[in-house]
């Protein structure tokens, strides 16, 4: 009911509608991690309200129901549902809608409930012919915990090797972290990690992507500026040069990013790695003509750096494929030109020092 187009238009309706569903006391302890409290009459508060007393029957409903507390906890998620939509209808500036003063806060705070709610609820035994809701309920909690990534290792790590045999699950349910977890609902649980897993890879490498793309344009945007720091490099040349380094914390990130995505051939990344390689290029050049034209004291120094993952840990260079054997062509001769006279400047895991 709560996303009913022609209620949320309404808003004295939908307010109505909220204040029905009010605890009796609303605690301060709800809000203790939010930054932005929400203000009694507010929508963000009648939310809220309703929330904490859906929240109150889902847990009476978890000691005597697993079915009930389903219920509650679908219900829960279609009110998250109902805020999302809710802010979408109209616009926000500074995290608060200008019209009730929603923040959007209350957004993320209560998916992380959510969560912890759909994670209780899987630690409950349920009935084995419950495979569809137990379905429904695992990819809530996956969805709204802090970190799906990590989520998924757990499970898949410490949570699955806990399933026994047909023979001895009944006996051992009540020793495992997850009943909801056992021979009847095993493949209910692979199947939804399996899928869960391949979109928030997706999501990662998009993400990558993203930062090989635009991380090339940045520093681009940076070399623009690039004359303004040789003129002003005399007077504040710790500041620059500090500057400089922290950016090439982020140049190593992009490098082994290009490298991970051609050894895993991500097509995504890897269209746009020639472009970025570019903008790092030149922006070794830049920093080396910069110190070598400078009276600076300082020296410049490019060598092989070893080869490490996105963690730090190192690897072997066998891991990444070869450059000249990944497919990547640049598009632009005259760059091409400059690579080959100038390999030892445009090794992946060059440095300055």
């Known amino acids: 009911m709560l996303n009913l187009p022609d209620l ?28 932005l409290i ?16 859906l929240g109150g029957v889902f847990d009476a409903a978890t000691n005597f129901s697993f079915t009930l507390a389903s219920e509650v906890l679908l219900t829960l998620e ?3 549902t109902s805020i999302r939509v809710f802010l979408n209808r109209s616009p926000c500036e500074n995290g608060k809608d200008t019209c009730t003063g929603f923040s959007k806060e209350i957004i993320p705070f209560l998916c992380n409930k ?48 806990q399933v026994y045999s047909s023979e001895t699950s009944t006996k051992d349910d009540n020793h495992r972290t997850f009943p909801t977890l056992c021979s009847a609902t095993m493949t209910v649980w692979c199947r939804v990690m399996h899928e869960e897993n391949i979109s928030a890879l997706n999501n990662l490498v998009t993400v ?5 793309k635009y991380g090339g344009k940045f520093i681009d945007s940076f070399l623009r500026v690039f004359d303004f720091l040789q003129i002003q490099f005399p007077m504040h040349k710790d500041l620059i040069l500090q500057m400089i380094k922290e950016l090439q914390k982020a140049t190593r990130t992009i490098q082994t990013l290009c490298s991970e995505a ?39 120094w490019m060598g092989n750096l070893k ?7 190192v690897v072997s260079s066998q891991a990444y494929l070869d450059e000249e054997d990944d497919g990547i062509k640049d598009d632009d001769p005259a760059d091409a030109i400059v690579d080959h006279q100038h390999t030892n400047v445009s090794t992946p895991h060059s440095s300055l020092i």
């Open 208 to 212: 990558h992507a993203m930062a090989v």
């Open 78 to 80: 279609v009110t998250v």
């Open 307 to 313: 080869h490490k993952d996105l963690m730090g840990q």
């Open 38 to 53: 929400p203000s009694p009459g507010n929508m963000d508060y009648l939310y809220s309200g309703a929330y904490i007393f």
């Open 262 to 300: 051609k050894g895993s051939k991500q097509t995504a990344i890897t269209c746009k790695i020639p472009a970025t390689k570019r903008s790092l290029e030149r922006f070794l050049f830049h920093v080396k003509a910069l110190l070598y034209t400078t009276p600076s004291g300082c020296s410049f």
């Open 8 to 35: 949320l238009k309404e808003k004295t309706i939908l307010s109505d509608l909220l204040q029905a569903f009010q605890p009796l006391e609303m605690s301060g302890c709800f809000f203790q991690e939010m930054r």
């Open 114 to 161: 959510l969560g912890a709610y759909a994670q209780k609820l899987l630690m409950h035994k349920c009935d084995k012919d419950d495979g569809e809701m137990v379905q429904k309920i695992l990819r809530i909690y996956l969805g709204n915990c802090p970190s799906t990534l990590d989520s998924l290792n757990e499970l898949a790590c410490s949570v699955l090797p």
